[in-house]
């Protein structure tokens, strides 16, 4: 199975089926945060794209950025990123704590365990809403945190998904609370085994 | 002065010769290699994402595997003129970011490091600055005039910069 030949021609109603899971996905994932900040948060449409790694730090960005990784496993063996530049990891921190959005001026160790817990949450809500949706299991690892160059920290996922394949699947959101923008973003870096398998079940049902 | 500078991806590699600089972003777990012939003045980087290419079966583009990419490097800096046994390298990144992550497959740092200098070593170049290891990541740039790399590493959120 040539897995690269496979990405490159995924057609328009997987790619649709697919996103269109990811965004089940994203929804649960906001109402999860929206409950545990008691703020209205909103994910937008999720957009998905497939980059050659050689490309992807010109791709993502080279900027340091706030980093939780939570590693997924079972059914779904893939890497979770939730990304977010460190100006706005505090200003979530100061909506999170009620206080005025400026009030925080350093990452640390309360305002890093604050971002762990929302990234987690963020990240669970996502597998957990497309494991009840898709009838798979999905295992998750402990979240962890760096404050990190970016590309640095996707490293490890990418030197995985790269023993089969020099494209990686990338989906991006943009995430609101309480009316503010964020540039947060999840990236998802799945194999490409279990991605196949994911289509292919989407697919049957329709 | 703004210096000319050449970006190298991941899995990628690039040569050059007396000016200008080479610079990759975010090294993690990968590992950056430089080398830099200081007659000619022709230096190049590599930036290797996985150790053996034979361990992988050769699959996808060659650049992204430590001694695959290091044959291409080289054959490109004769190319410009560099002799082999008066190359100097230097090697960084084959870090590990997330302590609490200790599958093997993901724990490709150090395999990374280590074909690194055994590659080199078979090659018998000398190998004059290590900066390899640690949980951050980094950002290198040779500078084609002087040889001399300039190391980004990120520290509570501040960027260290330091020249090797």
């Known amino acids: 199975m040539d897995y690269e030949e496979y990405l490159k021609n995924l057609g328009e109603l997987e790619k649709s089926a697919l996103l269109e899971t990811f965004n089940i996905g994203a929804s649960h994932a906001a109402d999860a945060l929206s409950r545990m900040i008691n703020k209205p948060v909103s994910i937008n449409v999720p957009n998905m794209k497939i980059s050659a790694i050689k490309h992807l730090p010109a791709e993502v960005g080279e900027d340091i950025k706030v980093i939780v990784y939570v590693g997924l496993g079972g059914d779904f063996n893939s ?25 925080t001026k350093d990452m640390d160790e309360m305002a890093k365990s604050a971002i762990t817990e929302i990234g987690n949450i963020l990240i669970s809500a996502f597998a957990n809403a497309l494991s009840q949706f898709l009838g798979i299991v999905i295992e998750q690892t402990p979240p962890q945190l760096a404050i990190e160059f970016l590309p640095a920290v996707l490293d490890l996922a990418i030197a995985d998904v790269a023993q089969y394949c020099d494209y990686v699947i990338l989906i991006g959101t943009s995430i609101s609370v309480d009316e503010i923008e964020f540039h947060e973003n999840f990236f998802i870096v799945p194999h490409v085994e279990d991605m196949k398998k994911i289509i292919n079940k989407l697919m049957e049902g329709l | 002065m703004i210096l000319e500078e050449i970006k190298v991806g991941i899995g990628d590699y690039a040569v050059s010769k007396a000016k200008g600089v080479i610079t990759t972003y975010g090294l993690g777990s990968c590992v950056g290699i430089t080398l830099y012939d200081p007659v000619t003045k022709a230096g190049g980087m590599l930036h290797a994402l996985l150790p053996e290419a034979k361990y992988y079966e050769n699959k996808g583009n060659p650049a992204k595997y430590v001694d695959t990419g290091l044959e291409l490097l080289l054959k490109d800096l004769a190319k410009l003129g560099a002799i082999k046994r008066r190359l100097e390298a230097k090697i960084f990144g084959g870090g590990h970011i997330f302590e609490n992550v200790t599958n093997e497959n993901l724990m490709i740092g150090k395999r990374n490091v280590e074909t690194a200098k055994r590659e080199l070593k078979r090659h018998k170049i000398k190998i004059v600055v290590e900066d390899t290891g640690g949980n951050g990541g980094r950002t290198i740039s040779l500078n084609l005039e002087t040889g001399k790399v300039k190391v980004r590493k990120v520290s509570n959120g501040k960027v260290l910069e330091k020249i090797v």
């Open chain 1, 79 to 103: 890497h979770a990123f939730f990304v977010t530049d460190l100006q706005d990891a505090m200003k979530v921190y100061d909506i999170m704590l009620g206080q005025e959005i400026g009030s």
